[in-house]
C-alpha cells in the first residue's frame, strides 16, 4: 500500500525479444521499435545498466515477478497480460500464453491473470475455445485484444460476426472486462487501424461489458479521452505514456490533465509496463508524486491532482472493475 491506499498494476508482461524469435522483416520492424523505446525509457532510470534491460535476457516468470514485487515494493495487485499480437513472433500462442499464466502461478493471491486471444490469427472457433479455456481453467478475469496487424490484416471492435460472440462468451462465463491495445503503433500495421473509434458501438451495444483503452490510443489520444468522457463502460489505461514521465513531463501532464479534465479520476487506471520500465516501485513513486503544473492548471483548466484521484487511479477503479471489494 501507499500512505494507506492499494495500488493496482493494471498491465504488467512476460516478454520474449530475443532475436530467435523475429526472424522476418515485418518482426524486426516491430523489434527495432521496441528496443528503440525501451533504450529512450532508461534515460530515465540511468542506475539500470543495459545488461539488465528485458529484451537482453530470456523471460523469466520469477525476474519479472520481483521486478513488480520485490525490495520495498507498495504493489498490491497486478495483472499479467498475454499479448496477442502472435504474428509478430516466431513462438507458438501456447507458449505466449502459458508464460503469463506461469508468471501469475508464483503468486496468484496477487497476480491476476489476463487472458488473450485474435479471431483472425487464431479463427474464431480457436478464439472462443481459447477464451474458454482461459477463463473455466486459467483463471482470466480479463481478456486482452490486438485488432490492428501488419500490413492491414485487422479486425474491427464493433463487428458483430468478429467481435462480438467474444464478448457474448466473455459475459455467459462472467467476465465483463475487456482491454484493447489502441495507438501505440509498434511495427508494421497501418497507423488507421489503431484508431478507438470501433471502441464506440461495440460499447453501446454491450452495456454490461467494460472496455479499457491502452496507451491512450495515442496518437488518437483526444479521440479516446472523448469515448472516456461520454461512455460510462470505457476506461483509459496510462500504459505505455506514462512511463515518459521524467523524461517528458510536460507532455506527460498535458495527457493526464486532458483526461482528467475531461473524464474524471474515475476512468483513468495505472499500469507500469513492467519489465518495459525496469522497476515497477520506481515508476510508482514518480507517478503518485506527480502533480499538473499550476500553469498548466491555470492555462488549460486541468485539475490538480489530489489523494481521491490518485487512490482511484492507482488502484481502487480497478478492484471495482475486478469485483474485488476491500
Known amino acids: ?45 540511468e542506475e539500470v545498466p543495459s545488461s539488465e534491460l528485458f529484451f537482453r535476457r530470456a523471460p523469466d516468470p520469477k525476474r519479472v515477478y520481483d521486478r513488480i514485487f520485490g525490495g520495498d515494493s507498495q504493489i498490491d495487485f497486478a495483472m499479467a497480460q498475454v499479448v496477442p499480437a502472435f504474428d509478430t513472433r516466431n513462438e507458438s500462442p501456447e507458449k505466449n500464453i502459458q508464460r503469463v499464466h506461469d508468471l501469475v502461478q508464483i503468486d496468484p493471491r496477487r497476480l491476476i491473470f489476463c487472458g488473450g486471444t485474435d479471431p483472425v490469427l487464431r479463427g474464431q472457433k480457436t478464439a472462443l475455445q481459447d477464451i474458454q479455456n482461459q477463463i473455466s481453467l486459467m483463471g482470466a478475469k480479463s481478456i486482452k485484444l490486438y485488432p490492428a496487424h501488419p500490413f492491414g490484416h485487422a479486425w474491427r471492435m464493433d463487428d458483430p460476426q468478429v467481435a462480438y ?8 462465463l462472467g467476465v465483463n472486462l475487456v482491454q484493447v491495445h489502441k495507438g501505440d503503433p509498434q511495427g508494421a500495421e497501418f497507423l488507421e487501424d489503431l484508431h478507438p473509434r470501433d471502441i464506440h458501438q461495440a460499447a453501446l451495444d454491450f452495456p454490461d461489458m467494460n472496455f479499457i483503452v ?34 517528458a513531463p510536460i507532455e506527460t501532464a498535458m495527457r493526464l490533465g486532458k483526461m482528467l479534465r475531461w473524464c474524471g479520476s474515475g476512468k483513468v487506471i495505472w499500469g507500469s509496463e513492467t519489465p518495459l520500465w525496469p522497476s515497477a516501485q520506481h515508476l510508482l513513486d514518480l507517478s503518485w508524486d506527480f502533480q499538473i503544473p499550476e500553469d498548466l492548471q491555470n492555462g488549460w483548466g486541468f485539475p490538480s491532482i489530489t489523494d481521491e484521484d490518485r487512490s482511484l487511479m492507482f488502484g481502487a477503479n480497478m478492484l471495482r472493475l475486478l469485483n474485488m471489494g476491500d
Request: positive net charge; charged residues 20%.
Open 165 to 172: 460472440p467474444m464478448y457474448e462468451l466473455m459475459l455467459k
Open 214 to 247: 491502452h496507451h491512450l490510443a495515442f496518437p488518437f489520444d483526444e479521440a479516446a479521452i472523448d469515448l472516456g468522457a461520454r461512455l460510462p463502460n470505457v476506461y483509459l489505461a496510462m500504459s505505455t505514456w506514462i512511463n515518459m514521465i521524467k523524461i
Open 1 to 45: 500500500m501507499r500512505n494507506g491506499h492499494v495500488i493496482f498494476d493494471l498491465v504488467v508482461h512476460i516478454h520474449n525479444h530475443l532475436d530467435e524469435n523475429f526472424n522476418d522483416k515485418s518482426k524486426k520492424i516491430l523489434q527495432s521499435n521496441i528496443l528503440r523505446h525501451a533504450t529512450m525509457l532508461k534515460r530515465g532510470v
